[in-house]
Every structure is written in structure tokens, then in C-alpha cells.
């Protein structure tokens, strides 16, 4: 009976396949061709499509652009083909054309790319299990790998640079050899995959669609910037001299990648460990010199996956293999950050000298840049128990260096052996972990408590990336070979390593509403990084009072649920796209509510006088039209009508917001150059509220707008976790994208407690993290226009006010 179930559901699920699929065949204009592969989409369907998803809505279709916002190892195959098609439809409608003008050859790409998902999807499990291993033999083999060599090679690939535009042009040139393979490999060859990026992306989601992660794997040999393409654990010498000396003599250091500045894995600390390969350091460590393996997880798992599967095993394969390389050394030593330090401390028990992880994740469920959507919490509570496990049982020494962050700060705190060292420091057992216990005086370059068996050491660095602000601050070598090395040896080292001009200090993303300087603090914040957190000193109140940001919150939710249920009378599904003048969905559940101007001018025009001399002349103009017009309109715009309580208190939120943002934006406006100054704030703030629903996915990577003076200012209603799913942003994205520079972290979620407040420029990449909690996340917002500048992202729409 269970084969007889087996066999109908699959009969149930092939014949609505089939007859898309013929449409498609049969189609021969565009729009025909793209509601047909609409139909194929929703056929392979889970839920991402819509039965009233329809060429409109595609258009208007947010979609990952850029090769950087592509994951190959968790994109679903509705979205890479949802992408495609949105591309199309969206390009002819803003270039003011129909559908049927859009350019034919992409268009038949995209219906090939479906054609041949589908068609992937009818196969039998042992046909994709041989088209499958076919792959994996092309990807791993010698001729793939000298492909490979030779189209990274006009890409200067291997000199470390990590620049967001050179790593888009390595990871072009590796689609371009995945495409050959498509081309290569008969039995995919014959599914009429198309030899382009899209059709690699289609074929890698067509496989994890079906339950395995194998095509990701096998092209996951290729996809790194290392020279090297194959194995993901490889053995170097870093002193070729001694590569015949006994390895019982030698040791070994095993460098873990982190995620890469631009989510491409590359081989890491080669340069460091060879400063490290003198005389002197084989004499100190015994007569042999430095092995380095360099260990590569393409598949942003945290070495949690088989990297010859792609399945998840918890570690087990890189516990094996680790066993087996380090067996031979006498002295071993394991090296990493981020990503790269949370598998220095999982793997632990390997090391025999020390475990070196620069700013490591112990729960990653409280960190951003973990987005697999198959990386669950229990997954994650199971290596936060083996870490803890490994570091409290491990031989070696353990060191741990962070710089500023608070994110990376608290991550310590899930460390067990950590927080035992805090409490020792605060007065022995019993005591509990002090507030702060790596205090910053403002003048050492860091500071570190602990023995020889467990140090910490916090760095005078800003962001997360703490090896690379070591490296401009020219103490990276002497910082980690000292971990590595006796301490006389590694300052001999150090001494003899050339120390680069440090450039100045990057202003903190988090600044304190105190004092007079803060203003001035924050909109350095916002020039060089694109975005800060403001908030009020730990004994005073907060920004926004917390009775204001919960009664917004219950208004909030009870405003959305009213205009959900006047959508619904108009047969409209909240999963649904739509966007009325009241309400948008934004994407997967998120939803924003625009709240009108005129709400914003009755809390904001009370709380200085028109007459404060130090406003800038736009910010006077401003009050001065904003109470013009309540004066005039009163409350006019029954669109945006609220009940009065719940007006109240966005009034009084929009109040207390909007004295601090004033204040940060005037201050932008006079550290701007004279010759390109803004005039003021030229226009009235927009404001809304956007709620995450639980279950709410998560954005594809996005910029507001493409034009400068336009700032968003965030007051999440509740504190954002992990959980609930805060705003992930790309730092320094708003001067040029993906380019953040030193040790500026490339990706930050910034954790906002409730009445804090979160700005950042509207060309700085972000998107919203997913809600895993069983409540909503909602999030008011004021967007502030600075000189000429003006926000398209509310066009014209129809209203709810008539049911």
C-alpha cells in the first residue's frame, strides 16, 4: 500500500508538470513563452508561486541582481528562475516596452533554463543520481581543473585581494567553467540545461529541489579564489626547503576560511605563516620548519558539511580527515576567523599547541551572516554544545581575539571556559561575568585577561573583520606568531616584517546620544560607513521611551490586520503581491504602512522652535511647511487615518525620533564639502511602519535608491534578535558596493534594542533577516530627503479607503 501511495502522488505531481511543460514547447511569442514558464514554476511548485502571479506582478518582482547576492548552495528553484523571469518582464516595462519586445535571446535562455528544470524533475532517481555523479567526475577532474587555472589566470585571482568587483569577475569566470561542464556532461547535456550562468544556478537547485546538495558539491571543488582546484583540505609547505624533514619535527598549522569578504572562500594566513619560516623559527620549534593546510568550506557550513556530498554530518568528515593529517605532526596548531575561528574551536582536540580564532561564532543563532535555510537551531545548538565540549577538553591553548564589535563581544559570553575566565576575574567562583570585562581605555591597542591555558584579548579594532585591522595596523604578524611561535621568536619574526603606514582610525557604528559631540560622531558614521546606531547612554532612558514603543507596536499590528482583512474582502491573499496606497507587501510576509505626512508633522513640528539657531535653514523651512500643512489639510488623507490613541502615540514616537535624526542629518549637512553642501532637509519625512509576520523569509540584497541624500531612520517597536529577524546591512555599500574598506565588516545585522535608532543612507545594500519567532517584528521608520533628493519607492497606487 505504501508503494501504491508513493506511486500515485508521484503520478499526481508529474501530470500538472507535464502539461506545463508542453505549453512551454508550444510557445513561440514572449509573453506566451514567460506566462508558460510561470506556469512551469508553479507546477515544481513549493508555494513560491502563486496561482495570481501574473506578468504585472512579476515585473514589479524584487530580484538578487548581482552574481555577489547569489548563493549557489541555498538559492530555491523558484527564486533563480523567479529571478530570471522578473528580469525580463522588469527590464521591458522600465524601458517603457511591452513584454513582447524584450530581447529574444535571453528570453529563450530563460525558457530553456525551465525547460530543463523541469525535465530534471521528471527524471527517475537513479537517471539523476547518474546525471549527478557524471558532474562530479567532470568537476574533479584534471582537464576541469586546468579550465579553471586558465580562466582565473587574466583575473590575478591568487594576490589576496578581496575587493566586492575583482571577486565578481572571479566568480563570472568559475560560472564560465561550470557552464563548459553543462555542455560536457552528455546526460546533462541531453536535459538542454543552457551553458550560461542561469542554467548552472537552475541545475544546482534542480538537484537540492530533489533532496541533494551533490551538484553544489562537486562544483563547490571549483568555487574558491584559491589556486588550487580540488581538494577542499589541502597540505602546503610554507618553508619548500624542509618539504623532506620529518614531519614528527615540523609543525603544522590548519588555516580555516572564513566566508570571505564578498561571500567567495579563499585560501587564508599564507602570508602571515611564511613570515614565520626563518632560521630562527626552525630552531625555536625544534629543527623543522611550517606546514600549512589550508581548509576551504565553499559551502558556508561552518565545516559542518561532507564536502563530497554536500550533506550536513555535523563535522564528522572534517573530524576524520583532520585526524588522519595531523596524526603524523608533533605540534599542531589550528587557525581561523570568523567562520574560519568558530572551526578552530569546534575541532579543537586536534591542535597539540594552540587554537588561534579571531572573532569566532559560538550560537549562531545570534549571528546574521548564517542564512542556509536548511541551517536550523537545533543544528546550531548541537555546535554550540560541540564547541564548548572541544574547548573545555582541548590540550592546546586556546587564545581568542576580538576587536570592538559588540555582536563578537557577546558571542563570547556562550562560551563556557570564557565565561568561567570573566567570573575568575570578577572575584573568583561564584562571582558573576562582569558587564565589560575586556575594558578599552582608549589608548592601548588591546587589552587581554586569562593564563596560558585560555587568553582573550580584545583589539582597539573597529568591525568584525579583526584580522584585517591587524594587518593595517601592522601588528598581524606578531599578533598571531606569537600564538604560534616561542615569544622571543615571533617579535624577531614580527621585527623583520615591513610596517605598512596605518591609516586613520574608522569612526564606531554605534555612537551614545550624549554629550556634544555625538552628532558630529554620527554622521562620520553615516559618511564612511553608510549607517549608525544610536543610542542613550546605559543610565539614561532610551531614545524613544519604551511605553511609547510598545503602544505603537499593539497599533501597529492592529492597523495591519485591519487592512489585511479590508484586502481579503477583495479576494486578495496576504501571501499574495500586491501594493495598495495604505499597504505593500514587500516580500515573504513583510509588510509596510505607510502613516502619511501629516501624522509626522503633528509629532514632530512641537518639540523646538522654528527660531533654534542651530537649525539649518531646510530644517526651519521644513517645520514651517509641515505645520502649514496640518494647518490646511487637517486630516485629509483618510487613507492614513489611525485611531486616536494610536496617533498619539505615533506622534509621540515620531516626536522623540525625530529630535535625535534632525540633529544627525544637520550635522551631515555641514561636514559635507561647501562646493557640494546640501541646502537642508528639503521636504516633510515619510513615515510607516514595516512588520515582519512570523515565518517572513528573508530579502534578497537591495539598495533603496541609487540617489545620495535620502536616509532612513529604523525605531524597532522590539528589540531585534537573531531570531526575529533584524536589518543585515553591507557597510560602506553607499560609496561603492561591496567595497568596505580595512576592517569594516562586509556584512553586519546590528542588533537594536527597542527605542534605539538604526540610520543608514538609502543606497547602502540590506535586507531583512527572516522571522523565526512566533510574533511579529514590527519596525517603524522615518525617511528623511536632504537637498534635491526625493524617494521613488512609493508610486502610484490604488487606495483601500472605498470598500
Request: charged share 20%; proline share 5%.
Amino acid at each position: 500500500s505504501c508503494v501504491l501511495f508513493v506511486a500515485t502522488v508521484a503520478l499526481v505531481t508529474r501530470g500538472p508538470l507535464l502539461h506545463r511543460l508542453s505549453l512551454l514547447d508550444r510557445a513561440a511569442e514572449t509573453a506566451p513563452i514567460v506566462e508558460a514558464a510561470l506556469g512551469v514554476c508553479h507546477a515544481l511548485g513549493d508555494g513560491a508561486v502563486s496561482h495570481t502571479c501574473s506578468l504585472d506582478v512579476l515585473s514589479r518582482r524584487q530580484c538578487s541582481r548581482g552574481l555577489l547576492d547569489h548563493d549557489l548552495f541555498d538559492d530555491s528553484l523558484q527564486d533563480v528562475l523567479l529571478d530570471a523571469l522578473a528580469q525580463v518582464a522588469g527590464g521591458a516595462r522600465a524601458s517603457g516596452l511591452s513584454i513582447d519586445d524584450a530581447p529574444s535571446s535571453r528570453v529563450l535562455e530563460v525558457a530553456a533554463a525551465t525547460t530543463a528544470s523541469a525535465r530534471f524533475a521528471l527524471l527517475s532517481t537513479s537517471e539523476r543520481a547518474a546525471a549527478l555523479e557524471a558532474l562530479e567526475a567532470a568537476a574533479t577532474s584534471r582537464a576541469c581543473s586546468d579550465a579553471r587555472s586558465a580562466a582565473l589566470s587574466s583575473e590575478e585571482a591568487f594576490d589576496g585581494a578581496a575587493s566586492a568587483s575583482h571577486d565578481e569577475c572571479i566568480i563570472a569566470a568559475l560560472y564560465s567553467v561550470a557552464a563548459e561542464l553543462l555542455a560536457a556532461v552528455p546526460r546533462l547535456a541531453r536535459l538542454g540545461f543552457p551553458a550560461s550562468e542561469l542554467g548552472v544556478r537552475c541545475l544546482v537547485a534542480s538537484a537540492r529541489r530533489a533532496g541533494s546538495q551533490r551538484a553544489a558539491a562537486s562544483l563547490g571543488h571549483l568555487w574558491h579564489a584559491g589556486d588550487t582546484g580540488a581538494a577542499p583540505l589541502t597540505l602546503l609547505s610554507v618553508d619548500a626547503a624542509s618539504t623532506g624533514s620529518d614531519q614528527g619535527s615540523r609543525t603544522l598549522v590548519v588555516a580555516f576560511s572564513s566566508l570571505g569578504w564578498n561571500g567567495l572562500v579563499r585560501p587564508e594566513w599564507g602570508g602571515t605563516l611564511r613570515a614565520g619560516s626563518g632560521a630562527e623559527t626552525k630552531v625555536a620549534i625544534g629543527g623543522g620548519g611550517i606546514d600549512v593546510a589550508h581548509a576551504l568550506d565553499v559551502s558556508r557550513s561552518w565545516f559542518l558539511t561532507d564536502p563530497k556530498s554536500g550533506e550536513y554530518d555535523d563535522g564528522a568528515w572534517w573530524d576524520t580527515s583532520l585526524a588522519a593529517l595531523c596524526a603524523p605532526y608533533g605540534r599542531v596548531c589550528l587557525l581561523g576567523e570568523s567562520m574560519g575561528g568558530t572551526a578552530a574551536l569546534r575541532f579543537a582536540r586536534h591542535a597539540t599547541h594552540s587554537v588561534i580564532a579571531l572573532a569566532p561564532q559560538v550560537d549562531l543563532r545570534d549571528f546574521g551572516c548564517c542564512t542556509r535555510s536548511d541551517f536550523d537551531d537545533a543544528r546550531k545548538a548541537r555546535l554550540r554544545l560541540a564547541i564548548a565540549r572541544a574547548t573545555a577538553q582541548t590540550q592546546a591553548r586556546v587564545v581568542l581575539h576580538v576587536g570592538r564589535d559588540p555582536d563578537d563581544l557577546y558571542q563570547l559570553r556562550h562560551l563556557p571556559v570564557v565565561v568561567e575566565l570573566f567570573c575568575s576575574q570578577n572575584g573568583g567562583a561564584g562571582a558573576e561575568a562582569p558587564e565589560d570585562p575586556l575594558p578599552r581605555d582608549g589608548m592601548s591597542a588591546s587589552h587581554a585577561v586569562g593564563s596560558r591555558r585560555l587568553r582573550v584579548v580584545k583589539h582597539d579594532i573597529e568591525g568584525h573583520a579583526v584580522g584585517q585591522g591587524l594587518k593595517e595596523h601592522g601588528s598581524l604578524s606578531a599578533v598571531i606568531l606569537a600564538d604560534i611561535l616561542p615569544a622571543t621568536t615571533a617579535t624577531a619574526v614580527a621585527s623583520r616584517a615591513p610596517r605598512p603606514q596605518l591609516p586613520p582610525p574608522l569612526p564606531s557604528m554605534r555612537v551614545e546620544v550624549a554629550g556634544s559631540g555625538w552628532a558630529a560622531a554620527a554622521a562620520e558614521s553615516l559618511d564612511v560607513h553608510g549607517l549608525v546606531v544610536l543610542s542613550s547612554p546605559p543610565s539614561a532612558p532610551p531614545l524613544v521611551g519604551l511605553e511609547l514603543c510598545a503602544a505603537c507596536c499593539a497599533a501597529s499590528e492592529d492597523r495591519l490586520e485591519e487592512l489585511l482583512g479590508r484586502i481579503a474582502r477583495r479576494g486578495v491573499d496576504r501571501s499574495d503581491e500586491f501594493r495598495f496606497l495604505e499597504l505593500t507587501h514587500r516580500e515573504g510576509l513583510r509588510f509596510d504602512m505607510p502613516l502619511g505626512c501629516g501624522v509626522v508633522a503633528a509629532g514632530s513640528v512641537t518639540h523646538s522652535s522654528p527660531d533654534d539657531a542651530d537649525a539649518p535653514s531646510g530644517i526651519r523651512a521644513l517645520e514651517g511647511r509641515a505645520t502649514a500643512a496640518v494647518a490646511r489639510e487637517g486630516r485629509a488623507e483618510a487613507a492614513f487615518d489611525l485611531e486616536a490613541g494610536a496617533e498619539a502615540a505615533f506622534a509621540g514616537l515620531h516626536q522623540a525620533a525625530s529630535a535625535i535624526a534632525r540633529e544627525a542629518l544637520a550635522a551631515v549637512v555641514r561636514r559635507a564639502p561647501a562646493e557640494c553642501r546640501f541646502s537642508g532637509i528639503s521636504q516633510p519625512p515619510m513615515a510607516g511602519c514595516v512588520i515582519s509576520l512570523p515565518s517572513a523569509s528573508a530579502q534578497v540584497w537591495h539598495s533603496d535608491g541609487a540617489e545620495p541624500g535620502l536616509y532612513n531612520v529604523f525605531v524597532p517597536l522590539v528589540s531585534l534578535t537573531m531570531a526575529n529577524g533584524p536589518t543585515e546591512l553591507r557597510p560602506a555599500t553607499h560609496r561603492h558596493e561591496g567595497t568596505a574598506r580595512g576592517h569594516v565588516a562586509p556584512r553586519m545585522a546590528p542588533l537594536v534594542r527597542a527605542g534605539e535608532l538604526l540610520l543608514f543612507d538609502y543606497r547602502v545594500r540590506h535586507r531583512g533577516l527572516a522571522n523565526d519567532c512566533k510574533e511579529p517584528r514590527p519596525v517603524a521608520y522615518l525617511t528623511y530627503a536632504v537637498g534635491e533628493a526625493r524617494d521613488a519607492n512609493f508610486p502610484d497606487a490604488c487606495t483601500l479607503a472605498y470598500d
